[in-house]
């Protein structure tokens, strides 16, 4: 089918405006988050329903027509790259919350609900949905179920999965399964678990029921500053060792410091190699109890200096820095690439160390900041992609992290997803047999492999030639993408 014979289907049962084509009205489709990896779809489609979004799964289906879905946009994998012969489904019209029940302490909404919308529509009710992406005010909970994505607050609470009760999903031929329930278990194999993370290859999910938790009685934090990255480790491992799970634990490094407190003024150390912010939650005598505890292990640690949110307003400025991260980074490069990797706490500061030897290797600034209680790593490499070679340079200083990462006895992601950025590094971590299992995955769900197509999972044939290339010497990735 021509461009045009699809755009004349799909018109018969959508509105004009619901069907883009035209080249201006592609381009703010050509990307998601990773900007550095651009291609305009075919065809953009924003369907309003259900039932809208099987005909057109139909139509793509009995023309082999690749579709790709899309939420908001803020991912930072290249999930939602476009495929040049292919539809990019947008849900971001699906944005209803269908039902709010506070005594199941769950709620029923469509795939483009903003992940903070939820804890929005629950107040009134004392009750909040626990993930927080940094990207929380923008991202859609669709796409936090693709990508599994966590947060600051995923150390407590779990990521998406440990989340989510039941999905709604569409395969490409339009059908529709109930995965999961809103039971504590269910028969048969967990395919609410498989789903999600899938990153759009599997099915397009068309409603999402979470879990809500009550809102915390009381939240306190406690910034330690220290002049060693390894006494800032150390104190993670010393923390989870002594039985306390903080609702939240994260780090920074010195440079992340510096360009968070020029940005927002959060009160950070700046003599700081490293920052840690420990945050307890609960009943207002276990927080109590909790921080002190917490405030003795950071002293034990070596820190020195730290400080205790006094207020809600406080502590809400000390997570605004953490948060800020990324907008900081903005501010003191012209471009950055951040990287997701995890790894084990005990290997935080070696795997910090490696990485310093790789910014000084490359030439290329690098800001920490990460999810220290889990291990979840987000390098921020600096760049200017306007010099020749430099997003090359990037990439390859991208890929040597995460092996570093799987080597530590790690894995490529935490909650990114894999998307075309990191497929190479699948090559890394699995072998033959385990990626021969996921393409079988893949292929009981969509058999024409059109949803999503040549993401996340690498190729046996594309793993065989990158070893043969050595994958790491100086090649350019993804080649017949146009660069920023």
């Known amino acids: 089918m021509s461009p045009q014979e699809l755009v004349n289907s799909l018109r018969s049962f959508l509105p004009p405006e619901a069907v883009l084509y035209e080249t201006e009205d592609l381009k703010p489709y050509e990307c998601d988050g990773l900007s550095a990896y651009r291609q305009l779809p075919m065809v953009v489609v924003l369907p309003q329903s259900e039932a809208q979004i099987i005909q057109i799964l139909q139509l793509c289906h009995a023309t082999q027509t690749p579709v790709v879905a899309r939420g908001a946009g803020t991912g930072l994998s290249g999930g939602a790259l476009p495929h040049a012969q292919g539809v990019l489904l947008s849900l971001a019209k699906l944005n209803?919350?269908?039902?709010?029940?506070?005594?199941?302490?769950?709620?029923?909404?469509?795939?483009?609900?903003?992940?903070?919308?939820?804890?929005?529509?629950?107040?009134?009710?004392?009750?909040?949905?626990?993930?927080?992406?940094?990207?929380?005010?923008?991202?859609?909970?669709?796409?936090?179920?693709?990508?599994?994505?966590?947060?600051?607050?995923?150390?407590?609470?779990?990521?998406?999965?440990?989340?989510?009760?039941?999905?709604?999903?569409?395969?490409?031929?339009?059908?529709?399964?109930?995965?999961?329930?809103?039971?504590?278990?269910?028969?048969?194999?967990?395919?609410?678990?498989?789903?999600?993370?899938?990153?759009?290859?599997?099915?397009?999910?068309?409603?999402?029921?979470?879990?809500?938790?009550?809102?915390?009685?009381?939240?306190?934090?406690?910034?330690?500053?220290?002049?060693?990255?390894?006494?800032?480790?150390?104190?993670?491992?010393?923390?989870?060792?002594?039985?306390?799970?903080?609702?939240?634990?994260?780090?920074?490094?010195?440079?992340?410091?510096?360009?968070?407190?020029?940005?927002?003024?959060?009160?950070?150390?700046?003599?700081?190699?490293?920052?840690?912010?420990?945050?307890?939650?609960?009943?207002?005598?276990?927080?109590?109890?909790e921080i002190q505890r917490i405030y003795a292990i950071m002293q034990q640690s070596g820190a020195t200096k730290i400080s205790t949110s006094q207020n809600e307003a406080e502590r809400l400025k000390f997570w605004a820095g953490r948060k800020a991260a990324f907008p900081a980074a903005g501010r003191v490069s012209p471009d950055y690439y951040c990287m997701d990797g995890t790894i084990p706490r005990k290997h935080l500061a070696d795997v910090l160390r490696g990485i310093e030897a790789l910014s000084q290797e490359y030439g290329l600034r690098c800001m920490n900041v990460f999810h220290a209680g889990d291990g979840n790593l987000h390098p921020l490499i600096l760049y200017d992609a306007n010099q020749p070679g430099e997003l090359e340079k990037t990439e390859e200083f991208g890929g040597k992290i995460l092996e570093m990462c799987i080597r530590a006895g790690g894995t490529i992601t935490g909650e990114h997803g894999v998307g075309m950025e990191k497929i190479n590094q699948m090559c890394a971590q699995f072998r033959t047999g385990e990626l021969a299992m996921f393409h079988a995955v893949k292929a009981a769900f969509d058999p024409s492999g059109l949803l999503n197509p040549g993401k996340a999972v690498p190729t046996l044939h594309r793993c065989a030639e990158l070893g043969a290339m050595h994958v790491h010497r100086g090649e350019q990735k993804f080649p017949e993408l146009p660069r920023f």
Do not use: W
């Open 96 to 289: 209803r919350i269908i039902a709010v029940d506070p005594l199941a302490r769950m709620a029923r909404v469509q795939p483009g609900v903003r992940n903070l919308a939820i804890s929005e529509a629950a107040a009134p009710h004392g009750l909040h949905y626990a993930p927080d992406p940094s990207s929380q005010i923008a991202c859609s909970i669709g796409g936090n179920v693709a990508e599994n994505s966590g947060g600051v607050h995923c150390l407590k609470y779990g990521l998406t999965v440990h989340n989510i009760l039941r999905l709604r999903v569409l395969t490409i031929s339009g059908e529709c399964l109930e995965i999961g329930g809103e039971s504590l278990d269910s028969a048969g194999y967990d395919l609410l678990a498989l789903m999600t993370g899938s990153e759009g290859m599997l099915g397009i999910v068309t409603e999402i029921t979470v879990k809500l938790i009550p809102k915390p009685e009381k939240a306190q934090l406690v910034m330690a500053a220290f002049d060693d990255v390894l006494k800032a480790g150390n104190a993670v491992a010393n923390v989870i060792g002594a039985g306390i799970i903080p609702a939240g634990m994260e780090m920074m490094d010195k440079i992340t410091i510096h360009a968070v407190e020029e940005f927002l003024h959060a009160g950070y150390d700046l003599d700081a190699a490293a920052i840690l912010l420990c945050e307890s939650d609960g009943g207002a005598e276990e927080v109590t109890d």
